[in-house]
């Protein structure tokens, strides 16, 4: 949410725009209507480019830039707190939270892999977002980016934000993803006075590369903007009345300057307060072609005495064809335990060691992300939020819900994680999972004994459900207490590596000077607890091309011989082929016959039950 303006001399230089009459034709949207009645507004980029590569430019900003405390600004707060209305809301005063995992998990955990300092942001909040690729990690943060290699060495120095979109300026919220079901980069931000969303998709798996940079204008203000990768799209929902929003994935990954956007709005959401639903992402494979993104809300009992604490589920259709068929609908109400997720009217909730001044708890949200996964016999999606405990000390509620194909969701598990061995919060957070079902989970620490700083813990897959089981390690010690200013995060963001089973992950802490600070570290579940993958060891899986339109792929290093599924996807989660597996001393070897396909990426995936793998095959 930064509006550092100062802009870089230096790129329109580096950029090709398309015709301005076309661009300005192409502005104008359309408003459709669907059977439902829903208002469906088509837009296109008003402006679209192509960045100059990242390696073949002059640094504008240095790697070790920290900014001082009389530098940074506070960016104003744009959302209101939700109403408590309902005096008779549970969990009574008094009353404990009812799914509270009061006791440390035991599992031995170790030392992250990577655990380096991240980009300084030149205001409060920093808003820290990162993406992982194969050899590659893109960080965020308000007013620049940066990319590392997976060492943590920077590879360069930071751009601001700017550098992407000519003639723009450094407003922030920036979010990073990587698309590893194509192999590409995807780096946002927003422009507050213009109401824009700004998108740029690397052109290649290089980050250093160039990005096709477009710019969509709405409006509203699209605050708060969080996004996903779905089969037919990039969706985004935002604190605005442009709460459910799909981006045409398929032109931006060619580059296509005719790329759409098309909005509406989540029905049937409580207005008042923060509006910002959370869009399902595929980690995993992609959903199979059809399926909907869904999205997902929290609802507290206390803003209204008509309704229970519950989890709200939306489906969204997008037909790119016909767009006036594209809809979202509430599918669903999942009730929940009763949560207090209320801190109060104003953004003093969190509690920091040897300071008066109090921290924004981001309440009454889903924290960022959603991940999604296509398991063999069901879907997951893993979910969190803050919770008051009581007296403003927070703790994280989180979920896993599960469903069969397209049918409703479920709690599979839910708990709030708060130990009980000291009155610190815990909130901030960012949830994911891997490839084996293991849980991993982020969040920031705070309280009368502890500076803000950053730690994490996770659960095994065969673990006992509802229950945190790793014990938690503090990733970096806050350093000082943040003074004067309640804005803080505003988001922290936990990505699961190609690979399938590494967790990045970034977030704020302060520093002794009370400045924000960022980090940028990775970890495992598996390795921690000393314990062999029960699926395999040092699995090897070469992919061999023996025609143009035939390949080999040969696994090896599984345990056992369970029998596993075989899938050939498009880069759209469209099933091609499919087989059923019997591995012979856990090996296998298949040949994939490409000759009625297009030239283009394809995905394979092979598993069962317990755990799946994704590799990507070119025809």
Known sequence: MNQFTQRSFWTIALFISFNFSFAQQQLKGKIFHNSLGQ??????????????????????????????????????????????NNPNAKPAEGQEDVVWQKEEGTRKNRSVNVNV??????????????????????????SRFRVYNKQGAGQGGSKGLSYLWPGSTNDGDPIVMYDKHADRWFISQFQVQSKEILIAVSKTEDPKGEYSAYTFKFNNFPDYPKYSIWWDGYYMSSNSGHTAVVFEREKMLQGDPNARAIILSLPNMITSGFRCGMPSTADGQLPPNGTPCYFFTIEDDAWNSSINDR???????????????????????????????????NWDNIE??????????????????????????????????????GGNRAGIRWWELRNSGSGPFSIHQESTYAPNTDNNSRWMSSIAMDDYGNIGLIYNYSGPTAYPGIRYTGRLAGDPLNTMTIKEFEVVEGQGAQQSVNRYGDYSHLEVDPNGHTFWGTAEYTSSSGAPRTQIFSFNLEPTV???????KDLKVLVKTISEKEVSIDVKGLHGNENLTFDLFD??????????????????????????????????????????KVVRVVF
């Open 39 to 84: 208002n469906i507004e088509v837009i296109y980029a008003s402006s679209f480019a192509v960045s100059g590569p990242l390696k073949s430019t002059p640094d504008n900003e240095q790697e070790s830039e920290e900014f001082e405390l009389e530098d940074l600004k506070e960016v104003p707060i744009r959302r209101a707190p939700f109403d408590y």
């Open 117 to 142: 300092s991240g980009l300084s942001s030149n205001g409060y909040p920093p808003d820290p977002s990162g993406g992982v690729g194969n050899e590659f990690y893109i960080q965020a943060v308000n």
């Open 311 to 345: 989890i709200k589920v939306y489906a969204m259709e997008t037909d790119w064809n016909t767009v006036s068929n594209t809809k979202v609908e509430m599918d669903q109400t999942i009730n929940v335990s009763p949560m207090k997720t209320f801190f109060g009217y």
């Open 352 to 389: 920091q060691k040897g300071s008066s001044q109090k921290l924004d708890a981001i309440s009454g949200i889903l924290y960022y992300r959603a991940p999604y996964r296509v398991w063999s016999g069901h879907n997951s999606v893993v979910l969190s939020c803050v919770v008051n405990l």
């Open 530 to 536: 000393n314990l062999n993958n029960i699926y395999h």
């Open 571 to 612: 880069s759209q989660g469209k099933l091609l082929q499919h087989r059923d597996i019997s591995p012979v001393q856990g090996d296998f070897k298949v040949k994939v016959d490409g000759e009625n396909l297009l030239d283009g990426l394809y995905l394979v995936r092979f598993g069962n039950e317990n755990f799946q």
